[in-house]
């Protein structure tokens, strides 16, 4: 089934670490999104990439970085420059097409990182 | 700048009555709108969207919303909400040029009381 695959969906970190979360999509979609979401905050969004090899930062960006070396993939890490990093961590893909499927992002699980 | 409010955090409703959860919008130009739902620990669900045509969308589970230009809303109705309906629902909203990101609104938990 065609979909946008998180991993892990549970992810502890411990102080001072980086980690990186997975995700990987076989939609064929073109452009790639992670958002962080907090209880009663919504979604922010943290980076995103238009294109193969180029990215570029959204709302909250500062401890996170991104890479975007194969169309379908875009992980995140979390830095230890990230001091509140407990959070849902939604990714998020979308066509370049006009019509039905061109205007809608589409979302992954999910997943969870906590600080210990 | 395009922004989405969603004015209830939680919203009651007995299962078997319509229930409506509010949506007011503000961007430039014309609007493109969507309605997601999202499930404990889960990823959010695209449930219909407005782009342009008729003001009356209509998508997954029996929901659909209301475009309302001179309101500048989008309310999420259903005629007889099911208690499987209680989630988290979330507006989202872009302008019909420039940058492809949406903004979403805080979301609106709906709770369906059997």
């Known amino acids: 089934d065609g979909g946008i695959t998180q991993s892990p969906k549970y992810l502890f970190r411990k102080e001072g670490q980086n980690v990186t979360l997975s995700c990987e999509q076989n939609?064929?979609?073109?452009?790639m999104y992670w958002y962080r979401q907090d209880p009663g905050q919504g979604l922010r969004l943290i980076y995103y990439s238009q294109i193969v090899n180029d990215f570029q930062k959204g709302d909250i960006a500062e401890g996170y970085s991104v890479s975007r070396e194969k169309k379908e993939s875009f992980p995140l890490t979390v830095t230890s420059a990230q001091k509140n990093p407990t959070a849902f961590y939604l990714c998020?893909?979308?066509?370049?097409?006009?019509?039905?499927?061109?205007?809608?992002?589409?979302f992954g699980e999910g997943s969870w990182l906590t600080v210990v | 700048a395009q922004s989405v409010a969603q004015p209830e955090d939680q919203v009651n409703v007995a299962e078997g009555n319509p229930l409506t959860v509010k949506c007011t919008y503000s961007?430039?130009?014309?609007?493109?709108l969507f309605w997601y739902v999202q499930y404990p620990n889960r990823g959010l669900q695209f449930l219909l969207k407005y782009i342009t045509g008729d003001n009356l969308v209509k998508g997954s589970y029996g929901f659909e919303a209301e475009f309302n230009k001179s309101q500048t809303s989008f309310h999420l109705k259903k005629p007889s909400a099911l208690v499987s309906d209680s989630a988290l629902y979330f507006c989202?909203?872009?302008?019909?040029?420039?940058?492809?990101?949406?903004?979403f609104g805080r979301g609106t938990s709906l709770i369906v009381h059997p």
């Open positions: 989202a909203v872009r302008g019909s040029g420039g940058s492809y990101i949406p903004t």
């Open positions: 998020a893909s979308r066509a370049y097409a006009g019509g039905e499927t061109g205007n809608t992002i589409y």
């Open positions: 961007v430039s130009g014309n609007p493109y």
């Open positions: 939609l064929n979609h073109d452009a």
